[in-house]
């Protein structure tokens, strides 16, 4: 089997998100996703990687995403040539699931559970399109099928968090992730935040368990906006609501700034889905900065990357869990992941994404119910680009062909 065709496809709906497709003489077609600075992950795709793919065999998965390495700069923070290994990585373990009838858990060496609890990120469609108000003709989150205001989490947390936590409860989700504090770095730059803020930013996290008290579990994000000091005070007054984890607490290269926060509270400090490369994983895990580990498998070098950074952090006995507030095959990859490695303890999702957006552009979703999400049956990734999203005039695909 050989590589005769290398897709990237975009569309004006959602121009934060980028796929690929990668075609063999064999029919198989394996799909790839990535997100963020989509217009150079694209062109390093076309220019870079697709000539040296064409012609080469797509199960020799390892030889492949090193020579790939070879023709790209691999940055710190994830940059857009290690966004479109990532890509084109997660469409080549695709094709081999397909080709040998697998689900992408089974070809990395098989499963150690056949389902894991997810968490709900409280955002909502519109934070995945970022530079637009509409997608898919949508102009508000609450103008199609589904119940008025039920996944307008991102408003909802900000608002009125204890129906957002009840709401979730009531579909069996037991863990959220909000970020109050974010609306108050653009005053300083994220150099000072005030006793006034701190309070304000703490009135979701009491609503939370005064509503429903310790029923659900709370993830606090910091994004990594704000300088030491002000993540100090922060933290401190998130001690009072007790969050799972504190994540993002500063960026993610910032390693002596993550130990210092984790050094200074009783709290668990989660770092940092943007990073690419199992090493530039080893300084957080080896100094101790953190307590859970967060990659994201469209960022990290796709699943032939992502499967050694979660065994670096098994064996330096940290947990792990897949990022996703980004697009369908991310989540996808995410859960096989969660089942093949035993050091996943849960996954990542935004109902918001599942119910309103991921559909309109893949043929099928995760089977989750009552805060369960389980292995996927399909072989590959399980799921595909829908033939009405490919025929779309949003849609533009280009290709290298040998």
């Given at each position: 089997m050989r590589i005769t065709r290398v897709?990237?496809?975009?569309?004006?709906?959602?121009?934060?998100?980028?796929?690929?497709?990668?075609?063999?003489?064999?029919?198989?077609?394996?799909?790839?996703?990535?997100?963020?600075?989509?217009?150079?992950?694209?062109?390093?795709?076309?220019?870079?990687?697709?000539?040296?793919?064409?012609?080469?065999?797509?199960?020799?998965?390892?030889?492949?995403?090193?020579?790939?390495?070879s023709r790209s700069w691999i940055g710190p923070n994830g940059s857009a040539e290690w966004r479109a290994i990532s890509a084109v990585d997660i469409a080549l373990w695709d094709i081999v699931g397909q080709a040998t009838n697998a689900p992408i858990h089974q070809a990395l060496g098989g499963r150690v559970r056949d389902s894991i609890p997810v968490y709900n990120t409280c955002a909502d469609w519109r934070y995945a399109v970022r530079s637009g108000s509409t997608a898919f003709g949508l102009s508000s989150p609450t103008d199609h099928e589904t119940p008025p205001g039920k996944y307008d989490d991102l408003q909802g947390f900000l608002n009125d968090a204890g129906t957002v936590a009840e709401s979730l409860l009531n579909e069996g989700i037991k863990a959220m992730k909000i970020w109050p504090f974010d609306q108050f770095v653009s005053k300083t730059n994220g150099q000072h935040i005030s006793a006034e803020d701190v309070n304000k930013g703490m009135e979701p996290f009491r609503k939370i368990r005064e509503r429903v008290g310790n029923k659900i579990e709370i993830m606090a994000e910091l994004h990594g906006m704000w300088?030491?000091?002000?993540?100090?005070?922060?933290?401190?007054?998130?001690?009072?609501?007790?969050p799972y984890w504190v994540e993002d607490v500063t960026t993610a290269d910032n390693v002596e700034g993550l130990r210092q926060v984790q050094d200074r509270t009783h709290l668990t400090v989660l770092g940092n889905e943007t990073l690419a490369s199992a090493e530039a994983y080893l300084p957080m895990l080896s100094s101790g900065a953190i307590r859970i580990l967060m990659f994201d498998t469209t960022f990290v070098g796709g699943f032939t990357?992502?499967?050694?950074?979660?065994?670096?952090?098994?064996?330096?006995?940290?947990?792990?869990?897949?990022?996703?507030?980004?697009?369908?095959?991310?989540?996808?990859?995410?859960?096989?992941?969660?089942?093949?490695?035993?050091?996943?303890?849960?996954?990542?999702?935004?109902?918001?994404?599942?119910?309103?957006?991921?559909?309109?552009?893949?043929?099928?979703?995760?089977?989750?119910?009552?805060?369960?999400?389980?292995?996927?049956?399909?072989?590959?990734?399980?799921?595909a680009l829908r033939e009405d999203f490919l025929a779309d005039p949003a849609t533009a695909i280009t290709a290298v062909e040998g």
């Open positions: 897709e990237t496809v975009r569309t004006g709906n959602i121009p934060r998100w980028v796929w690929v497709r990668v075609h063999t003489d064999s029919g198989i077609i394996g799909l790839g996703e990535s997100t963020g600075v989509t217009a150079p992950t694209e062109a390093h795709i076309r220019t870079e990687l697709a000539p040296y793919l064409i012609g080469k065999d797509p199960m020799q998965v390892a030889e492949l995403h090193e020579g790939m390495q300088n030491i000091p002000s993540v100090v005070k922060i933290v401190t007054a998130l001690e009072e609501v007790n990357e992502a499967r050694k950074v979660m065994s670096l952090a098994e064996a330096h006995k940290v947990p792990a869990t897949p990022h996703d507030c980004n697009g369908p095959v991310n989540l996808f990859a995410g859960i096989h992941l969660c089942m093949h490695a035993p050091n996943a303890f849960i996954q990542e999702t935004t109902r918001a994404f599942i119910h309103e957006v991921y559909g309109r552009v893949v043929d099928r979703l995760p089977r989750i119910e009552n805060g369960i999400v389980y292995a996927p049956e399909d072989p590959g990734i399980g799921t």
